[in-house]
């Protein structure tokens, strides 16, 4: 039987009953909340962002830490510098001398002894050349065997041996004494000392030790980033980056970079050719030009940690809801099409029909 709506009213209790005022609301609410998440979908744009981590180093390697090593094998004499004490290039930091404290006085005598041995065998070659000479000259008029000329010529050739000798000994001891005279470490470049090696003042030290790290404190700063290799495809040197310093306080939205806050600007200055062990490409981050400067060196010191976020292409939200859950890379879909219709067309070949035609022309 159909229903019809006025029997209704043969039915008092049923009649009397309304739908509670909460449920209603919470029913306007859900139908409203979908439709403004369908809008947002479908209308509101998002700006794709590639993720990585890092810290801010120095874009002039010479910039960046340098270590003061020893140069000769001792132990620490002296220290002339302290911790966070500012140093200019030249200056002391260290010295090591040689565990025999007279060595240096025993080379001296040493050189001076090989000295007067080359100056006795250049006297001694300079003397059986005149024999050499004379002999043979006696040997011309038939005064002298053969014998006696050959004995000359093999004294000067050990006179020269002995000389050649000499000399490399002297060569020996001019090395040990140039590296002796390196005991005194200095600074390589201006800074301010980071560290020292506290240990080597009572300890053997060897050539290559580390003896202190001297920081530079004016460097031109950069961000090193490493990014997943999905990602690496749509990064290209040029690119803005959003950057999120360690200490600074921010607000990041990635998709939306102009409602954060607390973020810095920079753009990709170079890549990588060839991934890290774990897989990450490492991208070195600039200042971006035309835009606010990073924090000074006060708050962000080469070493801070950084996050980055590398700006892709403006897409819905909708688009980019579906890409992360389906773990697509960024411009999935997009950079095929846009790379295929940037590819150059091949020349299309005459047929020979045509190549016919041409020469029938020209006849």
């Given amino acids: 039987m159909p229903y019809k709506p006025d029997r209704i009213a043969h039915f008092p209790t049923l009649a009397g009953m309304h739908a509670p005022r909460v449920a209603t609301a919470l029913a306007w609410m859900l139908v409203l909340g979908i439709a ?10 998002w700006v794709q962002t590639a993720n990585g981590t890092g810290q801010v180093v120095a874009l002039d390697p010479g910039d960046r830490q340098q270590q003061v090593t020893a140069l000769v094998p001792g132990k620490v004499d002296r220290w002339y510098v302290q911790d966070g004490q500012h140093v200019e290039r030249g200056d002391p930091i260290a010295r090591v001398v040689d565990l025999d404290p007279d ?11 090989v000295l007067a041995e080359i100056a006795a065998v250049q006297q001694s070659r300079a003397v059986a050349g005149i024999d050499v000479a004379r002999t043979g000259q006696l040997l011309a008029e038939g005064l002298a065997a053969r014998r006696d000329y050959e004995q000359t010529q093999i004294k000067v050739a050990d006179a020269g041996a002995k000389l050649a000798e000499a000399r490399a000994k002297l060569n020996r001891i001019d090395i040990q004494l140039n590296r002796q005279s390196a005991q005194l470490v200095r600074a390589p470049r201006d800074g301010r000392v980071q560290q020292l090696n506290a240990a080597s003042g009572s300890a053997l030290v060897s050539p290559g030790t580390v003896l202190a790290v001297i920081a530079p404190e004016r460097v031109e700063r950069a961000v090193e980033l490493y990014v997943d290799g999905r990602d690496m495809p749509v990064i290209r040197p040029g690119r803005p ?10 607000i990041q939205f990635s998709g939306w970079p102009s409602v954060a806050q607390g973020m810095f600007d920079g753009r990709v200055r170079m890549i990588d050719p060839n991934a890290a062990p774990d897989g990450t490409f490492r991208i070195l981050v600039e200042p971006r030009p035309g835009k606010p400067g990073w924090p000074t060196d ?23 809801i579906w890409r992360q859950l389906n773990d697509f890379p960024l411009e999935f879909g997009r950079r095929g099409a846009a790379a295929l219709n940037a590819q150059p067309k091949a020349p299309v070949k005459a047929s020979a029909d045509d190549a016919a035609k041409d020469e029938g022309g020209k006849k």
């Fill in 36 to 45: 403004i998440a369908v809008a947002i979908m479908l209308l509101v744009p």
């Fill in 298 to 320: 006060a708050f962000v010191r080469p070493g801070g940690k950084v996050r980055g976020w590398v700006q892709g292409e403006t897409v819905r939200v909708g688009y980019e």
């Fill in 241 to 250: 980056v959003r950057l999120e310093f360690e200490g600074w306080p921010a």
């Fill in 103 to 113: 060595l240096l006085s025993r080379l001296a005598a040493e050189r001076a002894q």
